[in-house]
């Protein structure tokens, strides 16, 4: 089975860091993209980072743009996430997140995994 283990969220100060990983397991890692999601209290989930898996290539939520930075090592199957210059605003749990895509004739499925979720808290 696919498996995704997010971790290192916890509570920081306006102007801190925080480094997020996301350990994945079942699924030959290298193959995949990765990425980040977040959800605030009553809020929807928005995606905020992602890595793809063929060229690295990455990309950001305009409101974490230079603040952010996604990285992946794949001899360790773990994505990261290095958030620095947080804000309130950046509070809510951050999901990792991959799609594996299977065909059966004509048809592609999708099958969306998701780690359990890491509570950032950022303090003004």
């Known amino acids: 089975d696919v498996q995704l283990q997010a971790s290192g969220g916890g509570l920081v100060q306006a102007g801190g860091s925080l480094r997020l990983s996301c350990v994945a397991s079942?699924?030959?890692?290298?193959?995949?993209?990765i990425g980040w999601f977040r959800q605030a209290p009553g809020k929807e989930r928005e995606g905020v980072s992602c890595i793809r898996s063929d060229d690295g290539n990455t990309y950001h939520v305009d409101s974490v743009k230079g603040r952010f930075t996604i990285s992946r090592d794949n001899a360790k199957n773990t994505v990261y996430l290095q958030m620095n210059s947080l804000r309130p605003e950046d509070t809510a749990v951050y999901y990792c997140?991959?799609?594996?895509?299977?065909?059966?004739?004509?048809?592609?499925?999708?099958?969306?995994?998701w780690g359990q979720g890491t509570q950032v808290t950022v303090s003004s």
């Open positions: 079942g699924l030959s890692f290298d193959e995949y993209a």
């Open positions: 997140h991959t799609n594996i895509q299977t065909h059966k004739g004509w048809t592609r499925y999708d099958h969306h995994y």
